[in-house]
């Protein structure tokens, strides 16, 4: 039994290499189809890879207040879309002052400019920075961490100390300290200066947004720099035991409502968004890509197994006089059936291993060019070679039973 796979084995590789311009288009056709789907597969994995790491820090434990919601709110019947009111300082104030639920903390940041100019010694940045103000709470709330040096204590913003926290970026080799440790140090923002007492850990980079190439100062100093009108802030609250979730954002809402004046009869004028609702609603829309990407990859596959059985069938009727002969000798159905078949699989196959080597690398450049974090499709691969069999064995066994049914005396006159 062995030894007939072999010399079938053998034949098919013989009869794949006689006939290597069509075996190549046909490894071709079915690449393409395996090559979408996995390179799409692979993109969509590493986009929700990066989403997973960006938001997963921040933990399932917080909530935002912001001036919408993730989703449009409209009026009218669709025809007018709902303003909200930007979050001033006046109100985050009179929050963080009047929100008195155990066991929470409030965050509250806004970003000066997202092009600022820092200054150490002779050297600046290129390219520009993003300045954010914060209080003590921040770093904690979002998720961040300190590489080296300390974070904002109650002091420092109170006191509106002079000091700040940078991005891992300043402490590279290429980084405004030219590989020197950045804390420590005193810097320069539009004039001001500040001491660095922290930086950052790498986050790395979200639709190229560098969120290591940022400088945090307290709350009030980045008032005093950026002075422009209309200042929208963020709210932040982090809850220490995710069992009161509910429960502090139902407190948070109130006192929000409250702090806007709203009467009980009103819409609330602002949004709330969970960190881990904000993560689900992402990856929902990474579920259209996945549809996508298999409807994609099932017309293409669909149309790779239709040329696969079509070169089979010319490829039977080319060698029907090599079929005669081998029947002449004593060969059976099964026998020559095995042979077309297990040419069919190989084909096959190759065009399998191409496509998802082909797919990882177009899904490796979408996520070097996206900056996202790549990881191996082994679920996406695993369905490519799935794929692979299942098209050969229905597209090889028309053409396997054709060739097995063949008249051995007819066969042999077969010019």
């Given at each position: 039994?062995?030894?007939?796979?072999?010399?079938n084995i053998r034949i098919a590789l013989t009869s794949i290499?006689?006939?290597?311009?069509?075996?190549?288009?046909?490894?071709?056709?079915?690449?393409?189809?395996?090559?979408?789907?996995?390179?799409?597969?692979?993109?969509?994995?590493?986009?929700?890879?990066?989403?997973?790491?960006?938001?997963?820090?921040?933990?399932?434990?917080?909530?935002?207040?912001?001036?919408?919601?993730?989703?449009?709110?409209?009026?009218?019947?669709?025809?007018?879309?709902?303003?909200?009111?930007?979050?001033?300082?006046?109100?985050?104030?009179?929050?963080?002052?009047?929100?008195?639920?155990?066991?929470?903390?409030?965050?509250?940041?806004?970003?000066?400019?997202?092009?600022?100019?820092?200054?150490?010694?002779?050297?600046?940045?290129?390219?520009?920075?993003?300045?954010?103000?914060?209080?003590?709470?921040?770093?904690?709330?979002?998720?961040?961490?300190?590489?080296?040096?300390?974070?904002?204590?109650?002091?420092?913003?109170?006191?509106?100390?002079?000091?700040?926290?940078?991005?891992?970026?300043?402490?590279?080799?290429?980084?405004?300290?030219?590989?020197?440790?950045?804390?420590?140090?005193?810097?320069?923002?539009?004039?001001?200066k500040f001491k660095v007492i922290g930086v950052l850990e790498?986050?790395?980079?979200?639709?190229?947004?560098?969120?290591?190439?940022?400088?945090?100062?307290?709350?009030?100093?980045?008032?005093?720099?950026?002075?422009?009108?209309?200042?929208?802030?963020?709210?932040?609250?982090?809850?220490?035991?995710?069992?009161?979730?509910?429960?502090?954002?139902?407190?948070?809402?109130?006192?929000?409502?409250?702090?806007?004046?709203?009467?009980?009869?009103?819409?609330?004028?602002?949004?709330?968004?969970?960190?881990?609702?904000?993560?689900?609603?992402?990856?929902?829309?990474?579920?259209?890509?996945?549809?996508?990407?298999?409807?994609?990859?099932?017309?293409?596959?669909?149309?790779?197994?239709?040329?696969?059985?079509?070169?089979?069938?010319?490829?039977?009727?080319?060698?029907?006089?090599?079929?005669?002969?081998?029947?002449?000798?004593?060969?059976?159905?099964?026998?020559?059936?095995?042979?077309?078949?297990?040419?069919?699989?190989?084909?096959?196959?190759?065009?399998?291993?191409?496509?998802?080597?082909?797919?990882?690398?177009?899904?490796?450049?979408?996520?070097?060019?996206?900056?996202?974090?790549?990881?191996?499709?082994?679920?996406?691969?695993?369905?490519?070679?799935?794929?692979?069999?299942?098209?050969?064995?229905?597209?090889?066994?028309?053409?396997?039973?054709?060739?097995?049914?063949?008249?051995?005396?007819?066969?042999?006159?077969?010019?």
């Amino acid at each position: 039994m062995f030894s007939l796979l072999k010399e079938n084995i053998r034949i098919a590789l013989t009869s794949i290499r006689s006939q290597s311009l069509r075996t190549i288009l046909t490894v071709l056709i079915i690449a393409i189809g395996i090559t979408a789907l996995v390179g799409i597969l692979s993109a969509v994995a590493a986009l929700e890879n990066t989403i997973g790491n960006n938001f997963a820090s921040m933990g399932a434990n917080t909530f935002n207040i912001q001036q919408y919601d993730l989703s449009f709110q409209r009026q009218g019947g669709g025809e007018r879309e709902k303003v909200n009111p930007i979050i001033t300082f006046r109100e985050v104030k009179d929050f963080e002052e009047n929100y008195s639920f155990p066991f929470t903390q409030t965050a509250i940041s806004f970003t000066g400019t997202s092009g600022a100019e820092v200054k150490y010694e002779n050297e600046k940045t290129d390219p520009e920075v993003a300045v954010l103000g914060a209080n003590q709470n921040y770093l904690s709330n979002s998720g961040l961490e300190i590489e080296a040096g300390r974070d904002f204590n109650v002091f420092d913003i109170q006191n509106n100390n002079n000091v700040a926290i940078l991005g891992s970026d300043f402490a590279k080799p290429e980084g405004l300290f030219r590989g020197q440790d950045p804390v420590g140090k005193t810097i320069s923002i539009r004039g001001a200066k500040f001491k660095v007492i922290g930086v950052l850990e790498s986050k790395g980079s979200t639709f190229g947004n560098n969120q290591d190439l940022r400088v945090i100062i307290p709350i009030q100093q980045a008032r005093s720099i950026f002075t422009q009108p209309r200042i929208n802030y963020d709210l932040s609250v982090k809850v220490d035991d995710k069992n009161y979730l509910e429960g502090a954002q139902d407190e948070a809402i109130i006192t929000f409502r409250n702090i806007r004046g709203l009467n009980p009869v009103e819409e609330n004028n602002f949004g709330i968004q969970r960190s881990d609702d904000l993560i689900n609603r992402i990856l929902s829309i990474t579920e259209y890509l996945n549809i996508a990407a298999w409807i994609i990859s099932i017309i293409t596959i669909f149309g790779s197994s239709i040329a696969l059985m079509n070169i089979m069938l010319v490829t039977v009727t080319e060698r029907t006089r090599e079929i005669g002969v081998r029947k002449a000798l004593g060969a059976k159905k099964g026998t020559i059936a095995g042979q077309f078949f297990i040419e069919t699989l190989l084909i096959g196959q190759l065009g399998g291993i191409l496509g998802i080597l082909l797919g990882i690398l177009i899904g490796y450049a979408v996520a070097r060019f996206a900056e996202f974090d790549f990881t191996t499709p082994w679920v996406a691969i695993l369905w490519a070679t799935a794929i692979t069999i299942v098209v050969a064995i229905l597209a090889g066994s028309f053409p396997a039973i054709k060739a097995a049914k063949q008249d051995p005396i007819e066969s042999l006159r077969y010019e």
